[in-house]
Nanobody, 120 residues
Framework: VQLQAFGGGLVQPGDSLRLSCAASGSGFIINDMGWYRQPPGKQRELVARVSSGGTTHYGDSVQALSIVSWDNAKNTVLLQMSSLKPQDTAVYYC???????????????WGQGTLVTVSS
């Protein structure tokens, strides 16, 4: 499974931003998808995940108001962030945990990362 992320860029404090990530490939089933981020000089951390059943989980350190959703038909995960703060500046990475049809072993894929800079 390959992941392609879209969105990101320079925004001002208080702005909103939407990130999207599309999964492509064949013969797979996605168990869940999500977003992580890596602020400058810090470790990668969870922003939000959503399961195939719609269960969501958000990271404790996310400053912005975030809503994660998944378009199952398009194998795309969306992250809507509002009230962005400078502390939300980071490279945002898309992640998917998936398996091949007829198999139970779970695999993991990462997107290439997209930079979000929150600055006035």
């Amino acid at each position: 499974v390959q992941l392609q992320a879209f969105g990101g860029g320079l925004v001002q404090p208080g702005d909103s931003l939407r990130l999207s990530c599309a999964a492509s490939g064949s013969g797979f089933i996605i168990n869940d998808m999500g977003w992580y981020r890596q602020p400058p000089g810090k470790q990668r951390e969870l922003v939000a995940r959503v399961s195939s059943g719609g269960t969501t989980h958000y990271g404790d350190s996310v400053q912005a108001l975030s809503i994660v959703s998944w378009d199952n038909a398009k194998n795309t995960v969306l992250l809507q962030m509002s009230s962005l703060k400078p502390q939300d500046t980071a490279v945002y990475y898309c992640n998917a945990r998936w398996r091949y049809y007829g198999h139970t072993y779970e695999l993991e894929s990462w997107g290439q990362g997209t930079l979000v800079t929150v600055s006035s």
